[in-house]
């Protein structure tokens, strides 16, 4: 399972991609809004410093529109990937980005049907957004595994990028029901390594190492 950050915080985003395990990044418009910086900057920032997909969203209604930003947004960094909602614009832009080899994340998508939209379209990637599911009482992980296996009933290859992630059940859950990617946002991530089991052997080993007299070096 490939991990992306959902975040435009670059300290963070800097900090979390020195351990050498992030694939990717994940951006919306309210992300960009709590970034505060000039938009352009900050896109350039966060692609200098990720190599993987970094997804920016459009915000037109129109496909037209969707088209001429997705295309604009295609030029800021050879690893953009535009994001387009699940609209039946969304889906008409989707479709025409894709013909043009531009890589696309179809987002905000709640329902199976949705997910097979996208994948005829060709999206790269899917975003089912889990959290905000389990927050209407729906269980978000069982959206990933019915799209999990539907795209593989008919081999479409679009990708299920498990988003909207709140803790890290839902990435222990999202990787079980086989989702291709998780992006997960700054705070979740710095859960993820946490053991109270890990905590406490290590204190033991510790101890007892010191009791040893023992040295490495
Ligand atoms: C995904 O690409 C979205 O940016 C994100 O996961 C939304 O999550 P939220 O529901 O916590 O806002």
Request: glycine letters at 6%; proline letters at 3%; charged letters at 20%.
């Amino acid at each position: 399972m490939d991990f992306f950050l959902d975040s435009t915080d670059l300290e963070e985003i800097k900090r979390l991609n020195d351990l050498g395990i992030i694939n990717g990044l994940t951006t919306n418009p309210s992300l960009i809004y709590k970034a505060k910086t000039p938009f352009e900057q900050l896109i350039k920032n966060i692609c200098s410093e990720i190599k993987g997909p970094v997804s920016v969203e459009t915000v037109a209604e129109d496909s037209n529109q969707m088209i001429k930003q997705g295309i604009k947004l295609s030029k800021m960094a050879k690893n953009i990937v535009v994001k387009l909602p699940m609209t039946w614009e969304g889906i008409k832009a989707c479709t025409e980005l894709s013909k043009i080899n531009i890589h696309t994340n179809v987002t905000l998508c709640f329902s199976t049907t949705q997910a097979i939209l996208a994948a005829k379209a060709g999206a790269t990637f899917i975003s089912p957004f889990i959290g905000r599911l389990d927050d209407a009482n729906i269980d978000g992980v069982q959206l990933i595994r019915e799209i999990k296996q539907i795209y593989s009933n008919f081999n479409y290859t679009t990708k299920v990028l498990a988003a909207s992630i709140r803790t890290k059940n839902h990435v222990s859950q999202s990787a079980i029901a086989g989702a291709d990617v998780a992006t997960i946002p700054p705070k979740v991530f710095n859960t993820l390594v946490d053991h109270n089991l890990t905590d406490r052997g290590l204190e033991i080993f510790n101890s007892d190492w010191h009791k040893s007299g023992q040295k490495i070096l």
